[in-house]
Structures are given as C-alpha cells and as structure tokens.
C-alpha cells in the first residue's frame, strides 16, 4: 500500500507542477487547449487517483469502471451546473468538457490497469 500512495502522490504532483508551469511558453494554439481543456483531463485523473488510493475501503470502487463512471458523473454534475449559472469546479459551460472529462478519466483507468499494473509487478 505503502508503494500505491507514493506513485498516486507522484502523479498528483506532476499534474500540479503542470498547473504551475503552464503552457505560456508554446505556440498559440497549444496555450489555448492547455487553458481550455487540461484541466477538465487532468481534475477526473486526479480524483481517479485519489479513489485508486481508498478502493481497498470501498467494494464498488475496486473496479475501474466503477471508479471512472463515479468521477465522470461527479465532473459531469459540476459542468450541468455551470450551464445554470452555479459555479463548481470552474465558472464557463462548454459541453466539450464532458468529453475532456470522460478522456481524463479513461486515461486513469489506463494507468490503473496497465501502467500500474505492470509497476506494481515489480514490486
């Protein structure tokens, strides 16, 4: 377990680093779809990291597509809520955030099946 919280800590500090670095220093196009749409990727990949950490606790999160169907709804809501004038998580309605949602959220899945799998097999 020791091993599961220091890769998930990695990976939320590599998203925060991100967050802080920015794209500022790219072409015009790339800063407008880091400003746009990394966030709505990287917010459901980090609560999926945050449910991967606690799904030993809850029965109905060891799969992963119980935890991506919980964080894609869990986003979806704040957007829903965006489009009535309630701010949560961010304050602008655009429906590709559900789909950025839904990618951030897959891509979590990836490396829980995948990368995480293969990693904690060395272990």
């Not at 980090?46 to 986003?75: N, P, T």
């Amino acid at each position: 377990m020791k091993t599961k919280k220091q890769v998930v800590v990695f990976n939320i500090l590599i998203i925060a680093v991100l967050f802080i670095i920015g794209a500022d220093w790219a072409n015009e196009r790339i800063r407008i779809l880091f400003h746009s749409y990394f966030a709505d990727i990287a917010i459901p990949f980090g609560y999926y990291m945050l449910l991967f950490l606690v799904e030993d606790q809850f029965k109905r999160l060891q799969k992963w597509h119980s935890k991506a169907l919980a964080i894609f709804l869990l986003c979806s809501i704040s957007e829903t809520l965006q489009y009535f004038g309630i701010y949560a998580l961010a304050r602008v309605f655009d429906p590709l955030d559900f789909i950025m949602y839904a990618a951030g959220g897959l891509l979590a899945a990836f490396f829980d099946r995948i990368i995480f799998k293969r990693l904690f097999s060395f272990w």
